[in-house]
Nanobody, 128 residues
């Protein structure tokens, strides 16, 4: 059974940086897309970024690229999300997710549609 546990959320000032972590327990395939989503108060959950567990390829929501960086450390079974130049609109609960990808689709496509596993979330609050 795969479990995802996020940490690193905090209350910060606009312009600050944070690094979120997602520790993965259980066995996951190299053909797994790991990702971060976020949900702001009163809004739908939205995709932020994804990383291929085996190869390390990355994919971002276009509006997130540049300020946010996703990475993974296979030896530590951990996925990271570096958040820079934070803005008040980045305030949200950030969730880690995982989805095994399938032949015939891009490696991140199924993660965006229907992750197999979710973490419990970590709160990021940015005050202006």
């Amino acid at each position: 059974q795969v479990q995802l546990v996020e940490s690193g959320g905090a209350v910060v000032q606009a312009g600050d940086s944070l690094r979120l972590s997602c520790v993965v327990s259980g066995r996951i395939s190299d053909f797994t897309a790991m990702g971060w989503f976020r949900q702001a108060p009163g809004k739908d959950r939205e995709f932020v970024a994804a990383v291929s567990w085996g190869g390390g390829a990355t994919y971002y929501r276009p509006s997130m690229q540049g300020r946010f960086t996703i990475s993974r450390d296979v030896a530590k079974n951990t996925v990271y999300l570096q958040l820079n130049s934070l803005k008040s609109e980045d305030t949200a609960v950030y969730f880690c997710a995982a989805r095994k990808y399938e032949y015939g689709s891009s490696w991140y496509a199924l993660l965006l549609i229907s992750p197999d596993h979710w973490g419990q979330g970590t709160q990021v609050t940015v005050s202006s």
